[in-house]
Each structure stands twice: as structure tokens, then as C-alpha cells.
């Protein structure tokens, strides 16, 4: 498996073709939650909490300077499967120009991955929530 | 289970073929090990099939036709309204309200009978382990009428400390609320005590039994309380209906929630008079099908006995706390055996409860996790979300064996050593 940070979208939707099935797809979600980068402990805070959660989540943002910017984010949560997902969130939205965010479509990429079939609702609400908020940074930086 | 005579034991073997979601295997191939019973209980042939009888024999709506054919639905109605009384030792039929189960109960205790008589600056008791169900709605009831909220102190772990009542059960106390068990630390209230010291102080009391109900034998003359809920679906019968039971001078006197058909004596143009009990409280279209199915998960339980059931459950729960105790940073919130029934819940150190249930769905295994609608007993036990084992009359000792493994299974997996 190559470092998470530099894995884009498609290669990893096209990892997670190459499984078995969902229970491998689950193992394959928590090793790259293994590999999530950790939030550093300040940004833990009540202001960078994800609503809609059942676990904790905290997700910070930086937008870059300079001519075309683009949106750096970082998130963890303490459960490992979580931490997963939003592996899968990075690999589609960091790194982006906020147009490049609002333009993308999380819905066809949730499905390709199958997390539209296999989530439970409340994990769902989870995940959208993590996206409202990664959307919302990026209208306001757009 | 065809004889109607109390055992005493529980043959799990023979209970589980009574129950069809046992006989098929998981998609995974897995067999299905369901510990979510405090969340909800499966279904024995005998109440599925009394609710098919009932859809495909006798239906009609209840208490209106004059019809011959309409008679059956009546009876089988009321034989239904028996049963909850002499399941829970009432002394009257008319004092068995059906409801949609114990949320409907406990808010039409709230609106019916508090809304009328809680005064502001009275005070109604509860406690931090309460379901939101019976706490919200008296949340709302303080709010609404200037009443002030107190609470029982709870002890290190996890019980009701009445050492401390005195100091919270006043004079200006109208309404003891409480749970008969805690639908996550298990623990078992001395509701009989709760119940003299409130009527002592002049206050009546309400109890939660949704929990309690399909695990051991509920008197309600016994332990002396004003209002009694439970839910069907936890007793192994349909979802939909519940129960309220009520005194009949407390029903007598309060009002009712819900108004409309089927409730009235009479309407004028411009107000109505009420129904005599039950009626009065059950305005609409009753749970028809349901409540009679709710019946015959009463025959059932009562045909394997809720004293062997309960021997059963602590059994169980008895084999349970030894087991799970291998499992390494496992802790088990709550008091110990003696003072709760088979509902285990515990967090793993390192792994999310969410981590903890994902992984051992895998290996057939049904638990809950999350706040259980406990958030204040939750923060009192310092976790936002907790796993939730909770057992029912057909587990056995085999399943808490395969949720040990799959809880060594997920360590395993989540890389904790
Ligand atoms: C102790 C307790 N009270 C109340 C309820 C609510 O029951 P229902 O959802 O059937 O109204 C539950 C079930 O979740 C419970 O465990």
C-alpha cells in the first residue's frame, strides 16, 4: 500500500474494486485509518467537532496563500473505521482549490466505493456531516 | 410450547425453535447470536401467527360493530386487556391502557395526569439513569408548569442511593419517576420502597418497566405504584403497542391526552364528556392486531414462566461477567450481579464502542452501542457511547462464548495487544 497522502481518489477507489468484498473493504478502511495522519491534541476542541457524529470528530482546515489556493485538511476521530472514511474524504478533497471541492460529486465517488450500500444511516448522517463541513470551509473560500 | 404450565428452567434449545428468525443462517453464513434484546426482543411463532390469525379470521375494527362477525375482535381485544392484568397483578381490566408502547405511556402520564396536577414550585423526582423516556417528558412537564426538577442521587455504581431520598423527596414533591431497570447498567430499583416513601410524602409514582417486564414477574398491588409502563416489542411481542397501567382513582382523576373518536360519552357542539375506562384513554383506532398479539406474547412468556426466565437471565449474566472479564481493558459499567439482571454494557480501552460493534457483527454477534438514550448516565459514567450486551430468554451460554471470541477477534483487529 502506497502512503495514504499521496494516494488520489481513483487509486483508491480502484484499491477498493480490487477487494473481496465489504469485510475486506472494512479492513482495507481501518488499516488506511491506521495510517491517518493524528490531529495534533490542540486542535481537539469543541469548535472543530463534526455535528452529526456518533463517534468524536475534529477536522481543521488551512487554505494556502497565493494565486490559485488550495484547501489543506486535516481530521481524526477515535474510532478506527471513521478514521477510515475520512482517509477516503483527504484522498478526495485535500489539497483541492475550494472551486475543485464544490465541484466534486462525494455522492458518485461514495458509490463507486460501495459506502452508499454498506453504511448504516447513522454512519451515513456521519460522513455527510464531515462533508458539510469540508463544503462549507470551502465557500467561504472560494 | 404448548403446555400452559410454568417450568423451571428454560430449555433454550427447545424455546429457540419457537423463534423462525433463528432458523436461517446470517448472509455471511454466520449464525445470527442476537444480544440487542433491551433494545428490542424477537418474536415466537405463537405472536406472528396470532397476528396473521387475527388479519386473516376475525379482523374488524374494535368496540362498534354490531355485527356478528365483529364480535370475535372484541373478545379477543379484551381477552388481550385480561391478560396484561393478570400478567402484571392489576386489579382491574379498565385500569390496562393500550398505548403504542412506554414512551406513549409515560408522555400520557406526563400530559394526562401532571399537566392537571403539578403545581410551579412542586417538585418531581428522578434520576440520572433514566431512559430519555422517562426523563424528557418530565423535562418538559417542569418546564411547562413551573415545577422543579430533583433528582435521586445515584451511587459509585450505578444504583439509586435512597440513603440520600429524604434529602430529595419533599413535601412539594408530586411525581416519583423511575425506572424497575436500567436498560444499560442493569441495575434493578427497589421500586416497592421508592413507591411507600412516595406515597408517604404524598407524591405518586410512575415506573418504567420497560426493561423489567420480560425479565421478571411485575406486581403492581404489590409494590403499591400509581402508574406502570412497558412495551410489547420487549416481551416478545409485536411492535406498536404498549402498555400504561394506571390506578383507577389516578385514571379516574386525570385527564385525557389524546381526544377524539372513540373516547367521548358525549359531544355537544361546543364540548364533550369522556368515556369510562379504558376508553377514555384510548381515542382512535386502537393498536387492533397488535394488542391481541401483545396477548399471546403474554401466554407465552407466562407458559415458560417469568421465574425461569429470570433464573435463566442471571445465569446467563452470571456467565457473562466471568467470561467477559478475560477479554483484556474490558470494563463493565454498573453494580454487580446481585443488584442487576443480564444487561452488560462496557467499553474495550483503546477501541470505539462503534469499532467494537462493526467488528463483532462479523462474526454473527447483535449488540448495540452508543449512548442508549442515556446521555445523562452516560456523562456520569465519563463515556460519550458504550457496547451494550443485553440477553434475552433464548440466549444461552454459547452465545456469550462466541461475542468473548469476537470481542478478542476485534482487539485483534483494531491492533491492540
Ligand atoms: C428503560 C426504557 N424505557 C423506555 C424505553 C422506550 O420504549 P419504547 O421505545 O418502546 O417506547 C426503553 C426502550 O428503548 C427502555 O429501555
Not at chain 2, 379484551?78 to 398505548?99: D, L, M, N, Y
Not at chain 2, 467494537?356 to 442508549?372: E, F, P
Amino acid at each position: 500500500m502506497f502512503p495514504l497522502q499521496s494516494m488520489t481518489i481513483d487509486e483508491l477507489i480502484e484499491q477498493f474494486e480490487s477487494l473481496e468484498d465489504w469485510e475486506e473493504q472494512c479492513d482495507y478502511l481501518i488499516d488506511i485509518g491506521f495510517d491517518l495522519p493524528k490531529l495534533p491534541d490542540e486542535h481537539k476542541i469543541e469548535p472543530n467537532k463534526v455535528h452529526g457524529c456518533q463517534s468524536n470528530v475534529w477536522l481543521v482546515a488551512n487554505t494556502s496563500d497565493g494565486d490559485s489556493p488550495v484547501v489543506e485538511i486535516q481530521a481524526e476521530s477515535d474510532a478506527m473505521i471513521v478514521n477510515g472514511l475520512i482517509a477516503v474524504l483527504l484522498a478526495a478533497y485535500s489539497g483541492r482549490t475550494p472551486q475543485e471541492i464544490l465541484d466534486t460529486d462525494i455522492k458518485a465517488i461514495f458509490a463507486r466505493l460501495g459506502l452508499d450500500r454498506h453504511l448504516s444511516p447513522a454512519r451515513r448522517n456521519g460522513l455527510f456531516g464531515m462533508v458539510k463541513k469540508i463544503r462549507s470551509i470551502a465557500e467561504q473560500a472560494a | 410450547m404448548s403446555s400452559t404450565t410454568s417450568q423451571q428452567t428454560i430449555d433454550v434449545a427447545r424455546v429457540r425453535q419457537d423463534f423462525p428468525i433463528f432458523s436461517r443462517p446470517l448472509p455471511n453464513g454466520a449464525d445470527l447470536v442476537f444480544l440487542d434484546n433491551a433494545s428490542s426482543a424477537q418474536k415466537p411463532q405463537q405472536v406472528i401467527q396470532k397476528e396473521v390469525d387475527c388479519y386473516e379470521r376475525y379482523y374488524a375494527n374494535a368496540h362498534r360493530g354490531i355485527y356478528q362477525f365483529g364480535v370475535a375482535i372484541d373478545e379477543e381485544l379484551e381477552g388481550s386487556r385480561a391478560k396484561v392484568q393478570r400478567f402484571i397483578s392489576a386489579a382491574e381490566p379498565e385500569e390496562i391502557i393500550f398505548t403504542s408502547g412506554t414512551t406513549m405511556s409515560i408522555n400520557l402520564v406526563a400530559y394526562g395526569w401532571g399537566r392537571k396536577f403539578v403545581k410551579p414550585d412542586d417538585e418531581i423526582l428522578i434520576n440520572e439513569m433514566e431512559h430519555h423516556a422517562n426523563l424528557v417528558p418530565w423535562q418538559q412537564l417542569a418546564k411547562e408548569t413551573g415545577a422543579k426538577l430533583n433528582f435521586i442521587p445515584l451511587t459509585d455504581d450505578y444504583r439509586l442511593d435512597l440513603s440520600q431520598l429524604d434529602d430529595v423527596l419533599t413535601k412539594r414533591t408530586k411525581i416519583v419517576a423511575l425506572t424497575s431497570m436500567s436498560n444499560v447498567v442493569g441495575t434493578i430499583n427497589d421500586v416497592s420502597h421508592v413507591a411507600a416513601r412516595a406515597k408517604s410524602a404524598g407524591a405518586i409514582t410512575v415506573v418504567d418497566a420497560a426493561q423489567s417486564a420480560a425479565r421478571s414477574a411485575t406486581n403492581v398491588q404489590s409494590t403499591g405504584v400509581d402508574f406502570l409502563a412497558f412495551s410489547g416489542h420487549k416481551i416478545y411481542g409485536p411492535t406498536g403497542v404498549g402498555v400504561l397501567y394506571g390506578r383507577r382513582e389516578r385514571l379516574e382523576e386525570m385527564d385525557p391526552f389524546l381526544t377524539g373518536g372513540g373516547m367521548i360519552d358525549r359531544v355537544f357542539r361546543d364540548h364533550s364528556t369522556w368515556a369510562e375506562l379504558p376508553a377514555k384513554f384510548e381515542a382512535g383506532t386502537p393498536q387492533i392486531a397488535q394488542a391481541i398479539a401483545l396477548g399471546a406474547a403474554i401466554d407465552y412468556v407466562s407458559s415458560c414462566g417469568m421465574n425461569a426466565i429470570q433464573t435463566h437471565e442471571v445465569q446467563l449474566l452470571k456467565h457473562a461477567t466471568a467470561s467477559l472479564a478475560e477479554v483484556l481493558g474490558l470494563k463493565i459499567y454498573g453494580p454487580d450481579q446481585s443488584h442487576k439482571g443480564a444487561i452488560v454494557s462496557f467499553t474495550v480501552d483503546g477501541a470505539h464502542p462503534q469499532d467494537i460493534a462493526s467488528l463483532v457483527d462479523r462474526k454473527g454477534v447483535a449488540v448495540r452501542q452508543g449512548h442508549h438514550c442515556t446521555m445523562p448516565l452516560h456523562d456520569l459514567m465519563g463515556v460519550s457511547s458504550t457496547v451494550r450486551a443485553s440477553f434475552g430468554m433464548y440466549n444461552s451460554e454459547a452465545d456469550v462464548d462466541v461475542l468473548v471470541d469476537a470481542l478478542h477477534y476485534a482487539r485483534k483487529r483494531l491492533r491492540l495487544t
